[in-house]
Antibody, heavy 126, light 111 residues
Framework: QLQLQESGPGLVKPSETLSLTCSVS??????????WGWVRQPPGKDLEWIGS???????YYNPSLKSRVTISVDTSKNQFSLRLSSVTAADTAVYYC??????????????????WGQGTLVTVSS | QSALTQPRSVSGSPGQSVTISCTGT?????????VSWYQQHPGKAPKLMIY???KRPSGVPDRFSGSKSGNTASLTISGLQAEDEGDYYC???????????FGTGTRVTVL
């Protein structure tokens, strides 16, 4: 049973960098073809895909956030991480990490998010 | 990439059926069979209910079903139960530069 757990500061100051880590247990993060993603949800609002990383290290970001986002993986710790720079109040949200199902043969793409962390609220405020 | 369009709310009595639509474009829903649906209860993480348009993960009741026609995907809940109340989101793969676009969310109320 795959389990994911987010961790990181719950309060970040405006203009600073938000950093979160997702710890994966019950399976290897470097298992072939897995995608790992970050999704956020502002209070009372809808889900938004932030970005994903392939098990081999390739990264894919939401175009609207691309200039501020970095996702990386640490296979030795079975973790992957999110960094979002120059945050504003609009980045206040619950941040979720999740695994995405790989699909396709010649070209593998990420599909459904089938395992989720519980989420962590990050507030941007001075 | 714009969010997929869902009705803000749907409701039904216990035992009835409700259907939630999810309208995208030929760049997302219309081009790929990678539509998924999520149930979210207050304060909880989303839960995968349907993937690849119409497949159910193990443990999801068979009263949940999914389909797609053109640029619109649908989730049907048959035999509505009290525990089905919550928010539902669709999601679609949308190509090389937008791996996932979510819907605007639908609140399901059991009367």
């Amino acid at each position: 049973q795959l389990q994911l757990q987010e961790s990181g500061p719950g309060l970040v100051k405006p203009s600073e960098t938000l950093s979160l880590t997702c710890s994966v247990s019950g399976g290897s993060i470097s298992y072939s073809s897995n995608f790992w993603g970050w999704v956020r949800q502002p209070p009372g609002k809808d889900l938004e895909w932030i970005g994903s990383i392939y098990y081999g290290g390739s990264t894919y970001y939401n175009p609207s956030l691309k200039s501020r986002v970095t996702i990386s993986v640490d296979t030795s710790k079975n973790q992957f991480s999110l960094r979002l720079s120059s945050v504003t109040a609009a980045d206040t949200a619950v941040y979720y990490c999740a695994r995405q199902q790989p699909r396709g043969a010649l070209v593998v793409v990420p599909a459904a998010f089938d395992s989720w962390g519980q989420g962590t609220l990050v507030t941007v405020s001075s | 990439q714009s969010a997929l369009t869902q009705p803000r709310s749907v409701s039904g009595s216990p035992g009835q059926s409700v259907t939630i639509s999810c309208t995208g474009t030929s760049s997302d829903v219309g081009s790929y069979n990678y539509v998924s649906w999520y149930q979210q209860h207050p304060g909880k993480a989303p839960k995968l209910m349907i993937y690849d348009v119409s497949k159910r993960p193990s443990g999801v009741p068979d009263r949940f079903s999914g389909s797609k026609s053109g640029n619109t995907a649908s989730l049907t809940i048959s035999g509505l139960q009290a525990e089905d109340e919550g928010d539902y989101y669709c999601c679609s793969y949308a190509g090389t530069y937008t791996f996932a676009v979510f819907g605007t969310g639908t609140r399901v109320t059991v009367l």
